[in-house]
């Protein structure tokens, strides 16, 4: 899609001589798809309008001065006309310059002319001024449009500007591209903050909470069957055990095992089924290993070996029977939510923030910048260490 620019231009001159080539000038940069802005006819003793008129060609992409056969008013502070102050400003500030003087002026008459000898002198030092940068002549208003309408040709070629574009087209592809990336960056800075506040405020101190490689005590409810139902052929799936069991996993492992589905966002649902397949997991370690141990099996360098003293489904049965197979596990609605509230304390898990269906009754939990990387640490594969020989034997 190609935008339309429009360049302003500001057109300076003398007033009362130069009505008519003035007008000429505006149309032609009209003409040229250009806006002419002017400021010259604002009172010439009001200083305060010298400071708008700054303004004005500040937000100019060209200045254009038309030079006749008269000065200008004089403001007596700087001893300059107005005309001359808005050249001097334009070309301090860098402005692409157009001036297109008359090239007789002597041929001028009546009121296009000074009389006053300071004043044509005045105006001499300024043509002079003028024509130490690129400037064009005209004689009458014929001459003078078409200078200016080739002008303008040449300067937005050497002079390429910015320009004004309706504010409709101002939405190119680029800048809804850089605006859809700095809602993110912004969304990104707002959940830092509001992570950063969240600690300030934390009612609790994390550091007087229990976390890391320190115990948790997690309740749960298993099926199971008995190994001597199973040794006898009577395991059916009507005639399971059920009993209550407490695993003892740190808080690390539980962050281990719940955190990648908290990358994005789960619901309190999924976190239990996947709390409860921890559960099965570590109940399973504990009784069954327990069970192969006492039966004289060592695996005593089992992970998740539990004391003979721990109180668990065997209870319920003889001394001498033992659990045989655990089927399920489901983690009791105290301890999900022993576990939910301590990583919030932690500053580990927070509510998610997606948009979803108003059917969508579900609460939705996610990590925090802070949970995101504990888990990484825990879980990032590490490449191997290697050793070399003279490290293994303590050697120098």
């Not at 006309?81 to 860098?94: I, K």
């Not at 009507?238 to 990358?263: C, D, K, Q, V």
């Not at 022993?338 to 579900?362: M, T």
């Not at 590490?382 to 050697?395: C, E």
Request: hydrophobic residues 35%.
């Amino acid at each position: 899609m190609t935008v339309e620019r429009r360049e302003q231009v500001f057109v300076s001159s003398t007033f009362k001589d130069l009505v008519e080539e003035r007008a000429a000038v505006i149309q032609t940069l009209l003409e040229a798809d250009c806006i002419p802005a002017g400021m010259e006819m604002f009172p010439a003793s009001d200083s305060d309008k010298f400071d708008l008129i700054k303004r004005v060609i500040d937000l100019c992409d060209y200045y254009v001065v038309i030079i006749g056969g008269r000065y200008g008013t004089v403001d007596a502070g700087v001893n300059l006309s107005y005309t001359e102050m808005e050249y001097d400003y334009a070309v301090g500030t860098g402005k692409p310059v157009m001036a297109f003087l008359h090239g007789d002026p002597g041929k001028l008459i009546g009121e296009k002319l000074d009389l006053d000898a300071d004043l044509r002198k005045k105006l001499e030092t300024f043509r002079q001024k003028t024509e130490r940068r690129m400037v064009k002549y005209w004689s009458d208003l014929g001459d003078l449009k078409g200078q200016v309408a080739l002008a303008i040709i040449q300067i937005r070629k050497s002079h390429p500007v910015e320009g004004w574009i309706r504010a409709s087209e101002a939405m190119t592809p680029e800048v809804k591209a850089e605006l859809v990336e700095l809602r993110a960056k912004v969304r990104e800075l707002s959940a830092d903050l509001k992570d950063e506040q969240r600690q300030r405020t934390a009612a609790v101190d994390p550091s007087e909470l229990v976390q890391g490689d320190e115990t948790a005590h997690i309740g749960c409810t298993l099926e199971f069957h008995w190994q001597s139902t199973i040794d006898t052929g009577k395991a059916y799936p009507s005639n399971r055990a059920h009993g209550s069991w407490t695993i003892t996993p740190t808080w690390n492992r539980i962050l281990r095992h719940l955190g990648p589905e908290l990358m994005d966002e789960s619901s309190e649902e999924y976190l239990m089924e996947r709390l409860s397949a921890l559960c099965l997991e570590a109940s399973s370690d504990d009784l069954l290993k327990k069970d192969r141990n006492d039966r004289g099996t060592d695996d005593s360098d089992d992970p998740g070996n539990k004391d003979d003293s721990q109180e668990g489904p065997d209870a319920e049965s003889d001394d001498d029977d033992q659990v045989g197979r655990i089927y399920e596990a489901t983690v009791s609605i105290e301890s999900f939510n022993d576990v939910k509230v301590q990583f919030a304390a932690l500053g580990l898990i927070e509510k998610g923030a997606k948009r979803r269906p108003g059917s969508d009754r579900h609460t939705y939990w996610r990590l925090t910048e802070r949970g995101h990387n504990q888990l990484l640490r825990l879980r990032a594969i590490r490449k191997p260490t290697l050793v070399t020989p003279g490290q293994a034997d303590g050697g120098d």
